[in-house]
């Protein structure tokens, strides 16, 4: 456990001294957010504070993350959070980088990002789908059960891929919200991990790997919390809720927790399921809504709720629901 | 464990309701925070939120430390920390009462509050050092080796309790700030308890009774928070703070782990140093000061930090600091 805790430690110090120095860069080379038309107008006040600062978390989490994953776990189980963080973290940066340089505020059309994330995912499915240690079932958490989904595991898992990092990129519309929830999710998933290593003693290597390497999530976006925390120096962009959102579902992934998802990371559902009800209810109604606007932490900022404590809210109810997560893998 | 974590959800939901029901009824009794007009110009806006909120963590920590301590445990070591909180607690309620009714800022006068203090602490220190199970000698953390004080234990211990209730107390200065760093020592003594549990079988019993119970308070502040986050809707108040620092110091007696303070209790400890320094500098310049203004917290305010920003700094320190404390216990 000594491993995880260095991994965290390491982790945090990287991303709070990189942030000094990607800060000021961001700037200079006009990294500014532009802000989205459609947000609530209090937001027009953040245009201007520099975007894509999610690299401040996503490259001292690769660092620490390899340096302290454990040499004798099998290689593809270490690697397939890795791929999905960098993957999806990748596309965020190009639909960063493109809404800066075009000053859109929106960057890559919804098909443009889409069909990369599809690809990528699927590509992802196949992958653990034909890994001896993962294959085509899933633990259901509570039960103790699995639930053997044949084929069907690979599309399964890329609408799990696809939903977890566009709800995380939905749920990153406050100061620190995004970050605050995502590490307490990173944490309890590095927790689970390491109660299913001292669990499990053939699987050890691999829990181990896992829980070192959503240690490094942790740590690293725990230090980007100092400069994202309200009022923020810098915004994590698409890089960084990419990045977030693929990281959390590849852990699940590899765990074969996926089905633990809606419960720690509920945030980040209600925030697609607002967004989608709003629309549908929209279009079904042509023009009335059910919330004042979506997804639904901004309809708490219309209502007059300050940011900081919305942001406290979301923490909370993400630490309850981990702690029920947590019930699960105790004895 | 998963008693530990029952114990954290239920006083958490308890905090949460009791927040509505006893907020409006402190603004009723008008139980208003008279601010201190030592403090910063910028605290005059907070003048009229109600305080004595610390009940709100203070009730449910103990109503769900009694529901879930282990019946087995020898009960003084149960007992032990309970008292701490609830004796340092009720010292503070007196001192917030008065404060009110007076509307006076400043309560007690210090030796007022300092008298009952130091009796309350010499009255645990010597009911510790007659128990069996804490006697004498003191853990040294990180070395694996225990310090023997003799008679001067009782001294020690006095110095300690009183010094860290009085610490709490300054370090609660701005919204949320001792509550987040409080919650995150209680969970991380939470967790070394368990860990401790685990690792000694003949003292499981006691290890999780103090688990139990710091996972009670950890559970209660972070209800507490929802309320206590920037903006403030109330504050906790002298019982509040003496609750959280007296918790604190007990959880440290019973585990014999009151070296282990500084280290995790550190934001509480640069308050009184920063305190005493700006005092004594004061004292001997004939009015030069170091810090613009004591406690530290107040002096990153005046230099233009946001309040927000200062309280994640100090939760952030907290946590690094507690991962640190953490190896000491893991292998």
């Given at each position: 456990m000594q491993r995880i805790l260095y991994t965290i430690l390491a982790a945090f110090v990287m991303a709070l001294a990189l942030g000094p120095i990607l800060i000021p860069w961001l700037k200079r080379m006009k990294?500014?957010?532009?802000?989205?038309e459609l947000g609530p107008q209090s937001h027009k006040v953040k245009q201007g504070i520099p975007t894509m600062g999610g690299m401040i978390f996503a490259l001292p989490a690769l660092v620490a993350g390899v340096i302290f994953a454990p040499a004798q776990a099998d290689w593809q189980i270490v690697a397939m959070p890795f791929v999905c963080m960098a993957g999806f973290g990748l596309i965020g940066f190009v639909d960063d980088f493109i809404k800066v340089k075009k000053k859109r505020?929106?960057?890559?059309?919804?098909?443009?990002?889409?069909?990369?994330?599809?690809?990528?995912?699927?590509?992802?499915?196949?992958w653990a789908y034909l890994?001896?240690?993962?294959?085509?079932s899933l633990v259901v958490p509570f039960?103790?059960?699995?639930?053997?989904?044949?084929?069907?595991?690979?599309?399964?898992?890329?609408?799990?891929?696809?939903?977890?990092?566009?709800?995380?990129?939905?749920?990153?519309?406050?100061?620190?919200?995004?970050?605050?929830?995502?590490?307490?999710?990173?944490?309890?998933m590095s927790l689970i991990c390491a109660l299913l290593a001292a669990a499990h003693p053939d699987m050890e290597s691999e829990y181990l790997a896992t829980a070192v390497f959503s240690g490094a999530m942790t740590g690293a976006v725990i230090g980007f919390l100092r400069y994202n925390t309200h009022p923020a120096n810098v915004f994590m962009g698409d890089v960084g809720s990419f990045?977030?959102?693929?990281?959390?579902?590849?852990?699940?992934?590899?765990?074969?927790?996926?089905?633990?998802?809606?419960?720690?990371?509920?945030?980040?559902?209600?925030?697609?399921?607002?967004?989608?009800?709003?629309?549908?209810?929209?279009?079904?109604?042509?023009?009335?809504?059910?919330?004042?606007?979506?997804?639904?932490h901004h309809h708490f900022e219309l209502s007059g709720m300050p940011e900081t404590k919305i942001v406290t809210m979301y923490d909370l109810t993400t630490m309850a629901l981990c702690l029920v997560a947590l019930l699960g893998f105790t004895a």
């Open positions: 990294f500014g957010q532009t802000i989205n505020s929106l960057g890559l059309t919804p098909r443009q990002k889409l069909v990369p994330q599809i690809l990528l995912s699927i590509g992802i499915g196949v890994h001896p240690l993962i294959g085509s039960f103790g059960v699995e639930w053997n989904l044949g084929w069907a595991f690979i599309p399964v898992i890329a609408f799990v891929l696809v939903g977890t990092v566009n709800s995380a990129n939905l749920l990153d519309g406050l100061d620190g919200l995004l970050a605050g929830t995502g590490a307490i999710d990173f944490a309890s990045a977030i959102g693929g990281a959390l579902a590849g852990i699940a992934l590899v765990t074969r927790l996926s089905l633990l998802l809606p419960l720690i990371a509920f945030t980040m559902l209600i925030s697609s399921l607002s967004d989608i009800i709003q629309v549908a209810y929209f279009k079904k109604t042509h023009g009335k809504r059910i919330f004042k606007m979506a997804p639904l």
